[in-house]
């Protein structure tokens, strides 16, 4: 059998966790097994997140998805039975599911059924702190359980029909259905208050140079932002989505210009459409950014592919052609198979860290400095002696180049970022400087 028992409690805990299987399906060449196997590991993860305790996995190879069950109809007989032996108490399905399948299935194990969207959502409700990230979340669930509510009350739906007798049931379906709706109206109205509240906040960062982490979940995200930021304190768990909420934070580097640096949420494999959806207003520190550190962990097995999942999310997101630095993190993990040197003649740009360890850390900083000074253009003015506010402005808010004495005068060579430089070109106007750019 694929079934696989693996007894593991947790003694510790002072509650019974939920005990629950996973199931996957296998349908080369869409997706092998060895593939689906590792799908299986990653909803595992999730389980774990969201409070479960995964006592069996099981593997469908097939070529079709079933419309009644997802799965064959001797699989099903096969894990019921395993979920009564066992006493679990929900079985979780990788892909998504039908609310007939759900129901089907359910009415077949007599246990909760799941699918990855609704792990996802429970997670993602369980973990949200801010203000915000809970009216994303609320905005998701609601909008996951509107089709699915007509299999919610089959038990009132049982009355004879007919002309004048129209059924309770029914009633009660589009009762909550109009309340559903008005509160997804609701929340769709303070998301955007939200975000206009946030806009307001963030513009004193108009003229800042921003830096987004972004990632598959998991990748580490968290533990650089600590190390880049040690004020950060942002917290960092081996699981996944450990980070809802956007964190920002001054970034020190090498240079005259102000940076930040925000901590987002993770990416992952089949993030549910209404989650990126809700989440759009948070992901804006990604959209706003001046520059993207994809960060990616590099011993996972199937690092290749979550790095097309970021990409492609990127894109559903609306971010797209930004400067990004590829960081490849956990060097320190690498499998023996794994050559590093090879790894670096293939990501001949990406740097090579290891965030726990803090190893190359340097270099990172080095190529973060590098990145911003990329945008940055030269530019020549004569100055009066006389004018030393001016001449403070350009060593605070620029890289001066040279100075050249004449006289009363001073040549000033100086090299500024585009984001800064409606700032300095404001202060010479006022002052009746005309700016030239240096060649």
Not at 186 to 205: A, E, F, P, Y
Not at 325 to 348: C, F, G, W
Not at 391 to 406: C, F, R
Not at 408 to 420: L, Y
Request: glycine share 4%; hydrophobic share 35%; charged share 30%.
């Amino acid at each position: 059998m694929d079934l696989q028992h693996t007894e593991q409690y947790n003694t510790q805990a002072q509650q019974p966790q939920e005990k629950a299987i996973l199931v996957g399906i296998s349908n080369p060449p869409k997706v092998y097994k060895w593939q689906a196997e590792d799908y299986l590991s990653e909803l595992e993860q999730l389980a774990d997140t969201a409070g479960a305790k995964v006592l069996g996995k099981v593997i469908q190879d097939k070529r079709q998805v079933d419309p009644v069950f997802s799965i064959g109809s001797g699989k099903v007989r096969e894990i019921a039975d395993f979920v009564h032996e066992h006493k679990i108490d929900l079985v979780i399905f990788d892909g998504d599911l039908s609310p007939l399948q759900i129901k089907n299935l359910g009415k077949a194990f007599e246990c909760k059924v799941l699918d990855r969207t609704a792990l996802i959502l429970q997670i993602f409700a369980v973990r949200a702190k801010s203000s915000q990230a809970k009216l994303q979340v609320e905005l998701a669930q609601l909008e996951y359980l509107l089709p699915r509510l007509t299999r919610q009350w089959t038990h009132l739906s049982k009355q004879k029909g007919g002309i004048g007798t129209k059924g309770p049931g029914e009633t009660q379906i589009e009762t909550d259905r109009r309340l559903i709706w008005q509160r997804i109206s609701t929340l769709k109205q303070r998301l955007k208050q939200v975000s206009t509240q946030h806009q307001t906040q963030t513009r004193l960062r108009d003229n800042v140079i921003k830096f987004s982490l972004v990632g598959y979940t998991n990748a580490g995200k968290s533990t650089l932002m600590n190390v880049l930021c040690p004020k950060a304190q942002v917290e960092s768990e081996d699981r996944v989505f450990a980070t809802l909420d956007t964190t920002t934070r001054r970034l020190d580097l090498d240079c005259t210009e102000d940076v930040v640096l925000s901590d987002t949420v993770g990416f992952i494999r089949k993030l549910p459409h209404k989650l990126v959806e809700s989440f759009k207003s948070t992901l804006d520190e990604v959209r706003d950014s001046d520059f993207l550190i994809h960060l990616v962990d590099l011993s996972h097995p199937q690092y290749e592919e979550q790095i097309e999942v970021v990409e492609n999310t990127l894109k559903d997101i609306g971010v797209e052609n930004k400067d990004t630095l590829l960081v490849m993190n956990k060097i320190d993990r690498l499998s023996e198979d794994q050559d590093l040197t090879a790894l670096k003649k293939h990501y001949p740009n990406a740097v090579f860290i290891s965030a726990a360890r803090s190893i190359n850390i340097n270099a990172l900083k080095s190529k973060l400095t590098e990145q911003v000074k990329s945008d940055f253009e030269d530019h020549y003015i004569r100055i009066h002696v006389s004018d030393y506010r001016i001449i403070s402005l350009l060593h605070e808010k620029t890289d001066v180049l040279k100075k050249h004495y004449d006289g009363e005068d001073i040549d000033v060579w100086f090299s500024v970022s585009k984001k800064r430089m409606p700032i300095i070109e404001s202060a010479l106007s006022k002052a009746n400087y005309v700016l030239n750019h240096e060649q």
